[in-house]
């Protein structure tokens, strides 16, 4: 269970007076809404543009480091999109609460599937019906592990909703009835699906087309071709007695992807078995 009194509003959220209590993030006021938000709005959106939409209780968590380096310029040019859906303005009461007790008792809260329901429905407005071209994830600890061809598959479609859970987590009939994909970063548990939602944002956006801006680096990293990759060095030449692999200076290009490829299936094979049995069976195939 989370450590957050249920019964305080967060910040942003409406006061008692009807104000709203916003907050600042960067060049953007962030208040309590049940419109998604739309961070770096300053920013074009171009036309078609890949959009993930968070609902969360912690809209301040984003863009977090998704708005630095090369994901952060290409959100800002309206490469991607990113929008929040603070679940807190959807609760219910004086207090808007968005969890209750578990049914047939048990320690912890879980989020309410009313409440649920009504932020996933204002998230979707506008988004294609069709689960391939439009998932609603949940990060979830039981999920399915989030590897680089599931980033591969989100990246392919049109865009994304993601339900950060708190708490105990969901009711049940929210995940079956809206057909929630459940994903995973790995077996450990987080008190919360923000910091995972943002990894699984990042390793989806970079595969956009011109985000990273060089097709070859995501060409040649770990798991593209199912192995991981290879060593990588640069200058100096020599570093602590250490010097760089003579093949990789010798300028000779057939020598060096050979030695590459040796290396990454050597590394392979000793560091994930598992891996390397899937590679090995493709090739039996082949």
Partial sequence: MSDVNKNTPPEGSASKTGKSNAKSHGRLSISASVQPRELMSH?????????????TLFPDAFPGVLGESLTGKALKD??????????????VG?????????????????????VLGRAIEVAQSGAPLDRAQWPILYMSPRGKPLDQAMAHRFSQARGMTVLCGRFEGVDERVLEHYGIEEVSLGDFVLTGGEIAA???LDATVRLIPEVLGNAESIEDES?????????????????????????????HHGKIAEWRREMSEEITRTRRADLWDAHQARKDKK
């Fill in 198 to 200: 943002q990894a699984m």
């Fill in 78 to 91: 309206g490469k991607w999109a990113l929008e929040t859906v603070d679940l807190r303005t959807f609760g």
């Fill in 223 to 251: 798991f593209s071709h199912g192995l991981l990759e290879h060593p990588q060095y640069t200058r100096p030449a020599e570093w602590k007695g250490r010097k760089i692999p003579d093949v990789l200076m010798s300028g």
């Fill in 94 to 114: 004086k207090h808007r609460n968005v969890d209750d007790t578990p049914a047939g008792g048990g320690a912890g809260m879980v989020l309410r599937p009313d």
């Fill in 43 to 55: 920013s074009p959106r171009l036309a078609g543009a890949w959009t993930a939409k968070i609902i």
